[in-house]
Structures are given as structure tokens and as C-alpha cells.
């Protein structure tokens, strides 16, 4: 007995261990694939989506969105370009075996005669300089170490070394054109105008975001009233052929109400495709695939925001882009004219070289007896006669200043003028809102009144369908007003750069876009 009992526990004991082992396979499988279930749940299963989340998601995940990240990196990495001008750079220049065999010609020091004679040697030559432009002056500072070696093979081998541990040299353009003096004013303006154009582009993202969600809801909204329009026409059409048959109505009514029925059942195929397409649009810009099921929240209350221009522009002028582009050109305008002036007469140069050098046949003694060497040269370009070459290319040049500063002034009456106008529709477009809303309420109570007087026979079929069209149409006015405000409200958004809702200026962690 107790032989069959400790063999019985044995058995019990192999099936336990056997489910562990099962149980433990079922989790390991369920923990591998429940990821990439949820994965496929959230690329392939219905959205629930509000106006803010398709903002969110076509800023995220948009072309455009991506297109402009891109044109800011580059932006970023051309302003680091100009600070990288202004730091110290460490060089390596070489010139390696340089092999030459040729005839040359000498002449005599005493009788003048001409011979030719074979030049056969090999030289090497390595240079290493530290070079640091002067953004002051415009000027080159350069400290530099070089070793050379000459094999010569004829007429007799021979080898030198050449060497020169340190030497100083500097070029200035006296003056001329400093470049590094108006690229100081200008890239770092550049700079600004990249960061707020990214966060203007990306506003505007966000209004093409707004736009096809309003074009989906409204196209949605007309598919369910297609859908309710049918129901309709066929209930009241069969109510009409009982009145027909009773003799209260006519037979002209009762075609009528069978026309529009048709007409109500053409109408939902066309307002599905139409649904498809704005659903398609939509998917698309916010990167999500094409047989994704969106489902969108729609709300229809809209802020009370009234604007006030002077504020407006005030926020435009302190955190747009336009602003500082109008400064970026009026520098380019005088640093063209100041190019101009400096190309226009006397220039002149000057280069200095100070340092040690030294020569021998074998390395090591090139730094025995080491020399001072010393060079300074100024070099001079006057036009003597140019026949009004440089006054002309001046004049031209202050004639394009005059013309971009005049441009750049009507460029501004003109952007006062819009962003005023813009302030005035947006400010209107609350009324609108709320006059359409009051409207698409009293058409459908209308037409739900003309309903009940058809049923009772004191309403003709030609009223009714004019009325279920004034009803429908107030209500895709509505609709029409709502996407309009919000139109308006992300176009203010983009000219300002700030959220009139939460009150906060609207920024970038740019931080984060150059990683």
C-alpha cells in the first residue's frame, strides 16, 4: 500500500513539473508576442482621435513636419560652420615624394652663357600650423612648424634636410573688405530666423492638420445626414403611397417624394466616397495607413478670444521671423555697398613671417644652428585708370540699397495692413460661429415642424424639401464657420508665435532637434 502511494505522489509530482514546464513556454510565448500584438492593435485598430491629437500627430509624423526639421539642421549646422571660422584650426599639409627628373636651364654668373643641365631629386615637405582668423581686423594669425628633405641624385647624392620649428605669419588686407565684420552682424540673425521659421512651419503644419480634420468631420457629417435623409424620404414616402391610396394626395407629390427618395440613395454613395477620400487625406498627413479606422471626437465649442491689434502686432514684431529678416536684409543691402566701396580704388596688404630655421644634412643638426628669419612685404593694387568701373559698381550698389530699404518699408506697411485685417476676421468669425450655430438650431426646428404639418397633410412636398435644404445647408454652414475659426485661430498662432489660449509664447526644444 505505502508502495503505491509513493508511486501515485511520483506521478503526481511528473505532472506538476510537466504543466510548470507548459505553463512556462504559454507565458514566455504570450510575453514575445503580446508586443508585437499590441503593436499591430495600435497600426491597424479604430483611433480615437480629437483636433488636438491630429495637431499632435501631424507635428510628429507629417512630411512637412520632417522637411522642416531638415531645413533647420541645416540652418544649424551652417551657423556652426561660421562659428567654427571663428575658433583656432589645426592643420597637416604635406607634400610627399615629389619626384623630379628634368633638364633646366643655368646661366653663367660671369660670361652669361646659357647650359642645360639634369635636375634629378625627390623632395618631402610636412608642415604643421595653428591658424586663427581675426574678426576685428579680418586678418590670418598663423603659428606653424614644417620639415623638408631634398635627395639630390646628380650630379653627385646628395641629402639635406631643411627645417623650421616655429614661425609666426600674419595677413591683413588693409583697408579692404572685412567679411568676418559683417558675418558677426548677420549668421547670428540668420540663426534666430531658422528657429523661428521651424516653429512657424511648424504652425502651419498645424493648420493644414486643423483643415483636413474639419474636411473629414464635415464630409462624416454630411455621410450621416445622406444616411438620415434616406431614412426619411423612405418613410415618408411609404406614409405618402398609404395617403394615395386614401385619396389625400396626389400622384405629382407622390413622385416627388419617390424622386427624392432615389435621389437621397445616389447621394450616400457619392458622400461615401467623398468620406473615403477626406479619410485618406487625412491618414495620410498624419502618418497613419490608409485602412486605419479613425474615429474623431469633434467638439464644437469654440473659445471667446477677442484680439487686440496693437498687441498682436507687438507679439508679431518680438517673436516672428519677418522682423528679423527685414534687419537681415537692410545689413546685406550696406554690406554689399561697403564690398563695393572697398573693391573700388587703392588696395593694399601686408604680410609678416617671423620665426627660426635651419639647414644640414642630417636632421638632428638642422636645430644646432638655427637662424633668424624674418619677413615683411606690403602689396599694392591702384587703379590707375578703370574708366569708372569701381564709381559704377558702387553706384549700382547704392542704387540696390536704396531700392531693398524702400521694398522693406512697404514690406512692412503691407504686413501692418494684413495682420490687421487677420485680427479683424478672426474677431468676426466668433459672431459667425455663433449666429451659423443659432441658425442650423432653428432650420432643423423648422424643418422637424414641417415634418409633423406633411404628416397631418398642411405642408406640399416641394416646402418640405426646401425646408430639409435649409436645414442641411445651415448646418454645413456651421460646420463650414467652425473649421474657419480655427483656421483663422492657428493662422494668428503662426503670425505671433503664441497661444492665445493657455497665454504662453509657443517654443522649440531645439536642444534636442541637433542630437
Known sequence: ????????????????????????????????????????????????LSMKDVVGLAQENSISAMTNRNMFLSSYWSYRSYKAELLPSLNLSGNLANFNRSLVALQDYNTGAISYRTNYNLTNEMTMFVSQNIPFTGGTLSLSTSMSRLDQYSPTRLTTYYAQPVYLSYIQSLWGYNRFKWSRQIEPKNYEVAKREYIENMEQVAQNAVMYFWNYASEKENYERALTSFDESKRLYAAARTRFNMGTISKDNLLQLELKMLNDSLSISSREVSLKSALNRLCSYIGYQEDTELTLTIDYNIPHISLVYEEVLERAMQNSSFSINQEIQSLQADQSVAQAKANRGLSASINARFGMSGSAE?????????????????????????????????????AQAETTKSRLEQNMIDYRQDLMTQVMQFNNQYHQCEISRKAAELADETYNLALRNFGQGNMSVTNLNQLKNERDNAYSQYISNVASFWSSYFGIRKTTLYDYITNTDISAEFDKLVK
Open 1 to 48: 500500500m505505502l508502495i503505491k502511494i509513493s508511486y501515485f505522489a511520483r506521478s503526481i509530482n511528473k505532472l506538476i513539473c510537466c504543466m510548470n514546464k507548459h505553463i512556462r513556454f504559454f507565458v514566455l510565448c504570450v510575453l514575445l508576442i503580446a508586443p508585437q500584438a499590441f503593436l499591430a492593435a495600435q497600426t491597424f485598430g479604430p483611433r480615437i
Open 362 to 398: 642630417r636632421m638632428n643638426e638642422t636645430f644646432v644652428a638655427l637662424k633668424d628669419q624674418e619677413v615683411v612685404g606690403v602689396s599694392l593694387n591702384i587703379p590707375i585708370v578703370d574708366w569708372g568701373l569701381g564709381k559704377g559698381r558702387v553706384k549700382m550698389a547704392q
